[in-house]
């Protein structure tokens, strides 16, 4: 991923130098570091062999609800963010209880769980958008060292999840059940509590993103969240996360968002169609997935050409 | 009370003066699209996911109420569903509503529907979105919009501003929009060859969703030094992404769109910083609806119909003389309210909840 990235920064120099002009950076990062949280709240569902289907709700229910309830008023910016993260974490907790606990579909539980998120946001907003306040706007958009505060966030949160999964007791737990939920059950670690607080964890992760995003939007509308549900499946692909669960790659996954937001200013910079930025796009990302995804037949090939029966049982078993 | 017995007779010719005056206030009053039968009236939307539509609905609930004979005022919201969309037209028809006014989003998906409801009696007026079909076979009359004379406007005052050309900016919204198309068409019918579109043809998709505004015109920024105009037809997504000048510390262009507080009060802040940061809009076009409810009304209601079935969303401000207004902005009331619309400010304050 990052050759991959690295090169299309090679790319976008030499066709379009506009795209990592220096303006243009500080603009379009804000976004790319708003998926990248979201991926890796979608990456932790992944691990677990999940789907997420609930993106698109919980980032746009934090959006709303970071914007409608203080309608303007900086004093009531707190209790809508708290009350933003109460919504979205029993979201999840709803998931969760579907997918660990009660074993339905994670594709069916979590689209349920998003036609309920909307049904909330149409509820809070009426599907009207509200302006952003200024604090929230100053949190989102104020610039530390060039990078806008929501660029460093996300570096926060990848360095939190990097910490959690990789060196605490319970990281190494979450990845090993998602790599091998009957292992982890035979030696008696609590897979299903493991299953359900991905999900948790993840609707956390996009309020965040959710209230990121209302402030770098003035004017965000009802359903800001809706633009992000396939990119944060592709992060986490492109990572190398297997979709089957398991080893789950942080570092990467913000990478990918990095990878996919220059690319669509890639195709914007070059000011072809928009039909054809969709299709650089689209044939970016399918490259992107096959290196990762394809089975390359180097083994089966030798297996075929060895004549001895027994020759072949032994490559097989090595 | 105890009236004396002279004063009575003072009283009664009072009284009576009163109640005669009141009744020709009445009758002049009311419009005369407005006839004596009786009708019950309802606004099918295709999505009504913003305030833009909360506005329009108030404003069709406030025309309709100029008229005693509209006995009721019924809304349904598709939710940009098509199927949806359907059910609501035929539904409403079976409940009895005789006039129906529709924004139909889904386009021509929703004409046998509409042409079904006709056949059997009703008054459909859809208006706005092209729905295909014909007046008079498919529905009563369509009530459009003149984009393209949006787009007339937006060129005269770009070519006056800029006698000499300009590199512009054209964003719209989804891929293939029919509004974008229009207003292109009148833009080029007013300018020149030397005023070139930096754009890709025929506009920057943004699908007017204020994030993606944002990015394409980072891209747009980044890549053009020398932006003379921005053309949006939806001025209030802008907003958010007019500070990235900031970033590449350039000064904010002129721009030409359409009407919205939270733009109005924008400039009012920013134009001192920004040399050439010049505002011209048109009405963001509210008012659309109160043609294609005066034509449903009068068609219902045996009342004499509008001169035209065209609305022309009217010139709203310009910050460079002032006329026909100079930039507005209540910085006291919500940013996503229209200060073009003839609804007044508060009440659009209050049509959108807040």
């Not at chain 1, 965000?220 to 669960?245: C, F, I, K």
């Not at chain 1, 399918?286 to 020759?311: C, H, M, T």
């Not at chain 2, 040399?275 to 034509?295: E, H, S, Y």
Request: hydrophobic share 50%.
């Amino acid at each position: 991923m990052v050759c991959a990235t690295a090169v299309l920064f090679v790319v976008c120099f030499v066709f379009a130098p506009s795209s990592v002009a220096t303006g243009a950076l500080a603009g379009s990062l804000p976004f790319a570091a708003i998926l990248a949280i979201v991926g890796l709240g979608q990456m932790l569902v992944v691990q677990q062999g999940g789907f997420d289907l609930s993106v698109a709700g919980g980032v746009s229910l934090a959006v709303v609800i970071a914007t409608h309830l203080p309608a303007g008023h900086d004093s009531a910016l707190l209790p809508a963010v708290v009350a933003a993260f109460v919504c979205t974490a029993l979201a999840g907790a709803c998931n969760g209880l579907m997918v660990g606990f009660l074993r339905l579909n994670a594709i069916v539980a979590t689209i349920g769980t998003n036609a309920l998120l909307y049904g909330a946001i149409f509820a809070i907003s009426g599907g009207v958008p509200e302006a952003t306040t200024n604090l929230l706007a100053a949190i989102a958009t104020d610039s530390v060292f060039g990078l806008e505060n929501t660029v460093w966030f996300a570096l926060l949160i990848l360095l939190l999840v990097l910490f959690v999964v990789k060196k605490t007791v319970i990281g190494r737990r979450f990845e090993l059940i998602g790599a091998n939920p009957l292992a982890a059950r035979a030696m008696g670690l609590k897979v299903r509590r493991h299953q359900a607080m991905a999900y948790v964890f993840a609707q956390l992760l996009y309020c965040v993103a959710g209230i990121l995003l209302a402030g770098i939007t003035a004017q965000p509308t009802a359903y800001q969240g809706d633009s992000l549900l396939l990119p944060s499946v592709a992060v986490v692909v492109l990572a190398g996360t297997s979709l089957l669960g398991g080893r789950g790659y942080p570092v990467s996954t913000v990478i990918a968002a990095l990878f996919l937001n220059q690319l669509s200013q890639f195709a914007l910079a070059v000011g072809v169609p928009y039909s054809a930025q969709t299709i650089i796009q689209a044939l970016a990302l399918g490259f992107g997935i096959a290196v990762y995804s394809l089975r390359w037949p180097a083994r089966p090939l030798q297996i075929n050409k060895s004549k001895d029966p027994e020759e072949r049982d032994e490559l097989v078993a090595s | 009370m105890n009236l004396s017995l002279p004063k009575l007779p003072l009283a009664l010719a009072a009284a009576a003066t009163v109640i005669a005056l009141t009744a020709a206030h009445a009758q002049a009053a009311t419009p005369s699209w407005c006839g004596p039968k009786k009708t019950q009236l309802a606004l099918l939307d295709g999505f009504g996911g913003n305030s833009w539509r909360e506005i329009t609905r108030a404003s069709a609930a406030e025309e309709a109420a100029k008229c005693p004979s509209v006995t009721s005022f019924d809304y349904s919201n598709a939710q940009g569903n098509t199927a949806k969309a359907i059910s609501d037209i035929k539904s409403m028809a079976a409940r009895g509503v005789k006039a129906l006014v529709v924004f139909g989003d889904s386009g021509p998906a929703i004409l046998p529907a509409l042409t079904s409801v006709y056949h059997a009696g009703d008054v459909v007026v859809p208006y706005r979105v092209n729905v295909g079909g014909k007046a008079g076979v498919n529905y009563t009359q369509f009530v459009g919009s003149s984009f393209e004379n949006d787009g007339k406007n937006w060129g005269d005052w770009i070519k006056k501003n800029f006698p000499n050309g300009a590199k512009m900016l054209f964003l719209s919204g989804p891929a293939g929009n029919s509004q974008g198309e229009e207003e292109l068409a009148g833009l080029k019918s007013v300018l020149g060859s030397n005023y070139t579109f930096l754009n890709p043809a025929p506009y920057d998709v943004t699908n007017w969703d204020p994030a993606l505004t944002q990015q394409v015109l980072t891209s747009e920024i980044s890549k053009h030094p020398d932006i003379n105009v921005i053309i949006s037809d939806f001025g209030p997504s802008l907003v958010g992404a007019l500070p990235v000048f900031q970033k590449f510390h350039r000064s904010i262009p002129a721009i030409v769109t359409s009407d919205g507080n939270s733009l109005g009060c924008f400039w009012e802040q920013h134009h001192k910083s920004n040399p050439d940061f010049k505002l011209f809009t048109v009405a963001t076009g509210n008012d659309n609806v109160r043609l294609a409810v005066q034509w449903a009304v009068a068609e219902a209601t045996g009342g004499k119909v509008p001169d035209t079935n065209m609305f022309r969303a009217p010139v709203f401000e310009n910050s460079v003389t002032g006329k026909p207004n100079p930039v507005e902005c209540r910085s006291d009331l919500p940013g996503n309210i229209y200060l073009s619309a003839q609804m007044s400010a508060n009440a659009q304050a209050k049509a959108i909840n807040q």
